[in-house]
């Protein structure tokens, strides 16, 4: 006789053990999604409801996309092998999301689907979410063990790089649709070039051993690059002088600038790194 398979439910481990990780994260994963109806149908959302709530929604679809993208790092960084068991819930997530910021945006536009789809095609911002959103559908579909299985590791690990596209887009989307206030953008750019490089440090990594002072030196050119970055935005797109947007982005006088922000999570992360890793280097590969 066949052993009884446990029934598969996201808060079980494959034995069928009860994961407090996996519950936590899964309850936490719907809060953003309740607050969001909850104000809706309190009326809570100021006088257009339902483009604030496109926003919140796109805000959390970003947000989870991102923390998906940071699960690698903090896996090998933080030496914390199981938090491999909740990626595929954040990256889930980040698509349901993306789906429900699509659904809320038809909705907005009275659910005429051809407005939608002329929308889409005529403004870029929107076409690149689209682009975005298409690659989430590819990844969440092939999420299953069933299709990892189909695929093979090698194949499916392939597909699964189209994150790194994903974010770029997503990226995009939110800066343009930002127009002036690309504060918070700024610095979802800025970590997306911390979380790449430090990819490409994982990559070409022959020994599979990275040294923790690697990461700070990431995080400072991560920060400083978000300033440059932001110096060149408004010279570019508002004629103002590049040097002194770039004296106000490094002083703290006008503020916590995006690249500041972007240097403190950085160093941050590199902090807890060190509390975890007695040897001081991060191993990229289980021993
Ligand atoms: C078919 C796909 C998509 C459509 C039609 C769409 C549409 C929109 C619209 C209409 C807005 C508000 C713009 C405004 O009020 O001026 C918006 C904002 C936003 N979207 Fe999307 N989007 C799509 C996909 C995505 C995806 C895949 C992501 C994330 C990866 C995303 C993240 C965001 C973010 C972060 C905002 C800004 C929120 C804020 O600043 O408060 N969107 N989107």
Redesign the pocket.
Same mark, same amino acid.
């Given at each position: 006789m066949q052993p009884m398979q446990p029934p598969f439910l996201p808060w079980r481990e494959r034995n069928g053990k009860l994961s407090p990780l996996k519950l936590v994260v899964f309850v936490a994963l719907f809060l953003p999604a309740a607050w969001t109806a909850g104000s809706f149908l309190l009326d809570a959302l100021g006088p257009r409801p339902l483009?604030e709530a496109?926003?919140q929604i /796109?805000?959390w679809?970003?947000r989870f !996309?991102f923390i998906s993208l940071a699960m690698t790092p903090a896996r090998q960084a933080l030496q914390w092998p199981r938090l491999v068991l909740v990626r595929r819930m954040v990256g889930v997530a980040a698509f349901s999301y993306?789906v429900i910021?699509?659904a809320l945006?038809i909705g907005d536009q009275s659910f005429n689907l051809w407005t939608v789809a002329s929308e889409?095609a005529l403004r870029f911002y929107?076409t690149i /979410?689209?682009i975005?959103?298409l690659g !989430?559908t590819a990844l969440a579909t092939t999420s299953t063990d069933a299709m990892i299985r189909r695929l093979g590791g090698r194949r499916w690990r392939r597909l699964h790089q189209l994150v790194y596209g994903i974010g770029l887009l997503?990226t995009v989307?939110?800066f343009i649709?930002?127009k002036l206030n690309v504060w918070e953008p700024m610095i979802v750019a800025g970590l997306y070039g911390w979380l790449m490089a430090y990819r490409v440090v994982a990559w070409r990594t022959a020994s599979g051993r990275v040294p923790l002072w690697v990461l700070a030196v990431l995080s400072v050119a991560a920060g400083a690059t978000t300033a440059l970055g932001e110096t060149l935005y408004f010279w570019l797109w508002m004629g103002a002088p590049p040097v002194l947007v770039l004296a106000a982005n490094l002083s703290l006088e006008t503020g916590v600038r995006p690249g500041w922000v972007v240097l403190a999570i950085g160093l941050a992360f590199t902090a807890a790194a060190v509390v975890r890793a007695p040897s001081k280097t991060i191993r990229l590969r289980p021993a």
């Open positions: 483009n496109i926003h /796109g805000l679809t970003i !996309l993306g910021h699509l945006y889409i929107l /979410g689209f975005a959103l !989430l997503g989307h939110y649709q930002s």
